[in-house]
């Protein structure tokens, strides 16, 4: 087995247990695979382990590698890319022609071009772009996201939140998935462990102010506090250097 493919087990091992822990189910939890700066040949050793989602947080580094892998692979190899970085508005283009879901909304601004270029590509009628809205809720000022630092008492919060929310469950081509979060890097684990509560306190207040049939998922949690977003809920959790080791750099 190569290293790779024991560090994946070991993962899908970890998510199994802290899941259990929960008390939830193991298969309600996505593991991205987080590849950015990693070349094609990572991927496919990764997709030979037996990874199927993969994310990618620079736009131009999903335009080539999607297609580069879709030609080794086919295009129904099964691959979900997920968009997990911060996107500048005039980067939306590629997001809306390779990306499977976006994790990282911050701002309507996105939203709009976004919606627009699905509209232009013709996929807002063939499918709809599952969207996480990122939300700061650490109060980190290097985060970005949505403010919801205060949300529990702050009514303008909640009602930029909820507008927001609604405006992009509306827009042709996008569809509401879920709320997305940081925690801090370096903080104790209580502290950590209470951002991800929060941001699942938020997304069933949201999920009840909107009237959603269903709960809103949760994509928070990365290599070095996965376990403790699963223990708060998260059903994405986004890890890379627990898989692919120290980054790789170009």
Avoid: C
């Amino acid at each position: 087995m190569s290293t790779l493919e024991s560090r994946y087990q070991e993962i899908l091992q970890q998510i199994e247990q802290a899941a259990q822990q929960a008390k939830r189910n193991p298969d309600d939890i996505t593991l991205v695979a987080v590849t950015k700066t990693w070349p094609v040949e990572t991927i496919l050793e990764a997709y030979a382990a037996g990874m199927r989602h993969f994310g990618e947080n620079r736009a131009e580094e999903l335009e080539e590698k999607r297609p580069t892998v879709e030609a080794k692979l086919g295009p129904d190899s099964g691959i979900v890319w997920h968009f997990i970085g911060t996107l500048q508005s005039r980067k939306t283009n590629p997001v809306a022609d390779y990306a499977d879901v976006f994790h990282a909304l911050d701002r309507l601004k996105i939203a709009n071009r976004l919606s627009k270029r699905l509209e232009e590509n013709g996929k807002a009628q063939t499918r709809r772009l599952p969207t996480f809205l990122e939300l700061n809720i650490s109060g980190e000022m290097s985060k970005s996201g949505v403010n919801a630092t205060d949300w529990e008492n702050s009514a303008t919060q909640r009602a930029e939140i909820r507008n927001f929310g609604k405006t992009v469950a509306a827009l042709p081509g996008l569809t509401l998935q879920g709320l997305m979060t940081m925690a801090p890097w370096d903080a104790d684990p209580d502290f950590i462990r209470t951002v991800f509560k929060r941001t699942r306190l938020l997304a069933e207040w949201l999920a009840e102010e909107m009237r959603l049939e269903r709960p809103l998922a949760l994509s928070m949690g990365m290599t070095d506090d996965y376990q403790l977003a699963i223990a708060e809920g998260a059903t994405h959790v986004r890890v890379g250097r627990a898989i692919f080791g120290e980054r790789h750099t170009h």
